[in-house]
């Protein structure tokens, strides 16, 4: 059963820093990729940030382009999430997600297969 633990996250005021972490356990396939969405109340999910399929690659969503910084640690099966120059409106759960096919979009909640139980991320102005 894969089981995604995040851990971070926090309350912090406008233009500080926080980071948050996923851990991945009982995942047996090498082949995936790891993803941060978050989602404020009222709204949807939305993506914020992915590795690509082997590590190769970042992805950003415009919003968090040069404040956030995704990573991943292939042999732990972690992936981190750096955030600097926090707004308010990063104010959000926040979800790791693992996909496990390499055609599927990165971009959407449908194509990953496992989620995280979310942590929180509150921004004061």
Known sequence: QVQLVESGGGLVQAGGSLSVSCAASGLTTSS?????????????????????WRGRDTYYT??????????????????????????????AVYYCAVRTSPLS???????????GQGTQVTVSS
Request: glycine share 6%.
């Open 105 to 115: 979009s990165i971009w959407s909640t449908s194509s990953y297969n496992y989620w």
């Open 62 to 91: 415009d919003s968090v382009k040069g404040r956030f910084t995704i990573s991943g640690d292939n042999a732990k099966k972690t992936v981190y999430l750096q955030m600097n120059s926090l707004k308010p409106e990063d104010t």
């Open 32 to 52: 995936y990729a790891m993803a941060w969405f978050r989602q404020a109340p009222g709204k949807e999910r939305e993506f914020v940030a992915a590795v690509g």
